[in-house]
């Protein structure tokens, strides 16, 4: 079994930054085994993709919406994985979702994500 535990959500203004995180854990789990991904869902919308990492860390794929305004990275050793927001914009504002997938690819796509964190609230206002 995997456990993750996403947090770093909260309140920022528009052109803000917020750094998300997200730690693995569980008896089976072996960090580079698995593509990272992080996903967001606004109220009244379908969660969608925001961007994914490969085992490696070497291949990430981004949603054209946060293409040079968001980052994804991971540090294996740890377990992690993070999600730095910059340049905020209120359309961010969503729960911002952790995920783990066993596909030695990148991946955008919801269902080939097997473990979900929790999620936490990103909400971008003046």
């Known amino acids: 079994q995997v456990q993750l535990v996403d947090s770093g959500g909260g309140l920022v203004q528009p052109g803000g930054s917020l750094r998300l995180s997200c730690v693995v854990s569980?008896?089976?789990?072996?960090?580079?085994?698995?593509?990272m991904g992080w996903f967001h869902q606004a109220p009244g919308k379908e969660r969608e993709s925001v961007a994914v990492i490969n085992r490696s860390g070497d291949r990430k794929d981004y949603a054209d919406s946060v293409k040079g305004r968001f980052t994804i990275f991971r540090d294996n050793a740890k377990n992690m994985v993070w999600l730095q927001m910059n340049s905020l914009k209120p359309e961010d504002t969503a729960v911002y979702y952790c995920?783990?997938?066993?596909?030695?690819?990148?991946?955008?796509?919801?269902?080939?994500?097997?473990?979900w964190g929790q999620g936490t609230q990103v909400t971008v206002s003046s």
């Open positions: 569980g008896r089976t789990f072996v960090g580079y085994y698995y593509t």
């Open positions: 995920a783990a997938s066993t596909n030695a690819r990148t991946t955008m796509l919801l269902h080939d994500y097997s473990y």
